[in-house]
């Protein structure tokens, strides 16, 4: 059974950081990309950051560089997503996704809630 368990939202002050976790199970967590995106109120979802099977390539929206950094940790079958110098604009809900061509797969964690506000 895939899984894909998201935490570490909430709510932070501009300026502040938090860290999202997705862990995940079902799957050959090596073999996959990883990344984040998010749903902010009348948006359409974008990317926001991803991250090569190996770690080694990353990628990101312009409007996170500088202040987001994607990771995994292909031990623990989990990615992150450190966010720092958080702004109002990043309100959003968050998701992580695991991507893989071939064989194709295709999963999505459940969404977790981050609120930037003073």
């Known amino acids: 059974q895939v899984q894909l368990v998201q935490s570490g939202g909430g709510l932070v002050q501009p300026g502040g950081s938090l860290r999202l976790s997705c862990v995940t199970s079902g799957f050959l967590f090596s073999t996959v990309a990883m990344s984040w995106h998010r749903r902010a109120p009348g948006k359409e979802r974008e990317l926001v950051a991803a991250?090569?099977?190996?770690?080694?390539?990353?990628t990101y929206a312009d409007s996170v560089k500088g202040r987001f950094t994607i990771s995994r940790d292909n031990a623990k079958n989990t990615v992150y997503l450190q966010m720092s110098s958080l702004k109002p604009e990043d309100t959003a809900v968050y998701y992580c996704?695991?991507?893989?061509?071939?064989?194709?797969?295709?999963?999505w964690g459940q969404g977790t809630q981050v609120t930037v506000s003073s």
């Open positions: 996704r695991a991507y893989r061509v071939q064989p194709l797969a295709d999963y």
């Open positions: 991250v090569g099977s190996t770690n080694d390539i990353t």
